[in-house]
Antibody
Framework: QVQLQESGPGLVKPSETLSLSCTVSGDSITSNFWSWVRQPPGKGLEWIGYIYYSGNTNYSPSLYGRVTISEDTSKNQFSLKLRSVTAADTAIYYC???????????????????WGRGTTVTVSS | SYELTQPPSVSVSPGQTASITCSGDNLGDKFVCWYQQRPGQSPVLVIYQDRKRPSGIPERFSGSNSGNTATLTISGTQAMDEAAYYCQAWDSNIVLFGGGTKLTVL
């Protein structure tokens, strides 16, 4: 059974860096894709980015330049860093296993089949 | 940029059929999946690749996708199905979510 668990500080000061980790059990992070998704209070889901195949990454254009996703294969973890945070970055942050299907770039599809419980991060001084 | 549009809310009576739509330009050319999110819980995948159900998802959940609209259908809706539902697709190397639909079972 695959399980994911987010961890990290629940409070971050404005202009600082938000850092979270996701520990995976039941699967290897060197397989599949691994995503971060966030949800501001009372709002919908927002994809942040994913890491795959030993360190390759893809990020949301809206966060590009502030976000880095990395991995630690020795711990079977992947991590999120979001720089220069503001109150707008206050959200529940989820990590999720992401599966890819399709055989060509015109038929690719991605879906998140296992999610962590989420961790709430508040940006405030 | 590509967008997925969902109605903010849908209401249904217990035992009836609920339909939740997700619209986007030529969405039928892409594969869509759907997530259910009950209050205070993480999202759960209920449909992927337009119409496939993951193991453990009841048969009353079904999906379709054609033209500009994907539809999540819940047959014989139960009180436990009251939740927010999000569609998701992939376009130009980006994972996209719809804004979500709150399903109320009256």
């Amino acid at each position: 059974q695959v399980q994911l668990q987010e961890s990290g500080p629940g409070l971050v000061k404005p202009s600082e860096t938000l850092s979270l980790s996701c520990t995976v059990s039941g699967d290897s992070i060197t397989s599949n894709f691994w995503s971060w998704v966030r949800q501001p209070p009372g709002k919908g889901l927002e994809w942040i980015g994913y890491i795959y195949y030993s360190g390759n990454t893809n990020y949301s254009p809206s966060l590009y330049g502030r976000v880095t996703i990395s991995e630690d294969t020795s711990k079977n973890q992947f991590s999120l860093k979001l720089r220069s945070v503001t109150a707008a970055d206050t959200a529940i942050y989820y990590c999720a296993r992401t599966l890819k299907g399709g055989s060509t770039s015109s038929t690719y599809y991605y879906y998140m089949d296992v999610w962590g419980r989420g961790t709430t991060v508040t940006v405030s001084s | 940029s590509y967008e997925l549009t969902q109605p903010p809310s849908v209401s249904v009576s217990p035992g009836q059929t609920a339909s939740i739509t997700c619209s986007g330009d030529n969405l039928g050319d892409k594969f869509v999946c759907w997530y259910q999110q009950r209050p205070g819980q993480s999202p759960v995948l209920v449909i992927y690749q337009d119409r496939k159900r993951p193991s453990g998802i009841p048969e009353r959940f079904s999906g379709s996708n054609s033209g500009n609209t994907a539809t999540l259908t819940i047959s014989g809706t139960q009180a436990m199905d009251e939740a927010a539902y999000y569609c998701q697709a992939w376009d130009s190397n980006i994972v996209l979510f719809g804004g979500g639909t709150k399903l109320t079972v009256l």
